[in-house]
């Protein structure tokens, strides 16, 4: 997402070396979706995979509208539509933006309270059907809503924020995939970058960056997750690693079945970020985060982010 949007300057050189470098490392799993930009991180990565497509496994994100968006201006995006007419057409801009004839992992990027999550998905198992996609995902969707899913078609793998600071799926929707033997992907495992340190305060961001209004960026909300971010450091610093692997560590240690997806858009930080594979963290290592570090202060959105989550 950074490579394309949202998160200040981008440089597309540097990101398409990042995606091929990440190949070099072992690293296959890409995640994009037809909002970052909006459509220009899906021609990016079809750019940066371009030769070597069966080497990656390419997940992508369909849910609002894109009939009249122009790339790289979000005003031109239309609405949520989660309608089976909506995931039959909007599969083919993807296919063509990513140079691809089939899709690896589909997922509906925010459900639709509109359209009943069994439309959505027997839409979406019909382009299993046609070869399109292969597997099927949700983005940001409630326990009943993940079930319901998969009664219609087995979902592969459900997307949230999951981070040291952020547990909330800890509640219903880990639980739910360990049931259903689905595979989860936290995004965001850095915390949006602040528990890896490459920030201190929104003022050092770019003005375009949408981190400087976020809640927990801000007042006294920054003030607490401050004091959680240095925590972080003395116990990575203890541990002769960086916080970001050690954020990334701990993701990798909460089960096989998790797949983080740590958004970077340089390769020497892909490069330090994969390096957490290598990092073990004992039980008493992970007894001592869970009563040091306290979970994030302010939501993980505005009022309207939130609104679109855990339906």
Known sequence: MGMSAFYGSTDEDEAIRTIQRALELGITFIDTAQLYGPLTNEILVGRAIKGHRDEYVVATKFSRRMDNAVPGDMATVGKQDGSAEH?????????????????????QHRVDPTVPIEETVGAMADLVSDGKIRHI???????????????????????????????DPEAGVLPTCHELGIGFVPYSPLGRGFLAGRFTSPDELDENDFRRNGPRFTGENLDANLRLAAKVREIAAEKGVTPAQLAIAWVLARGDDLVPIPGTKRRTYLEQNAAAVDVELTDDDLTRIDAELPEAAGARYDEAGMAAVNR
Not at 94 to 100: A, E, K, N, V, Y
Not at 146 to 164: F, G, K, M
């Open 87 to 107: 995931v039959r057409s909007s599969v083919e801009g993807s296919l063509t933006r990513l140079g691809t004839d089939h899709i690896d992992l589909y997922y």
């Open 137 to 167: 995902g949700l983005s940001e969707a409630a326990p009943e809503t993940i079930q319901r899913a998969n009664a219609v078609h087995p979902i592969t793998a459900v997307q949230s924020e999951y981070s040291l600071w952020t547990r």
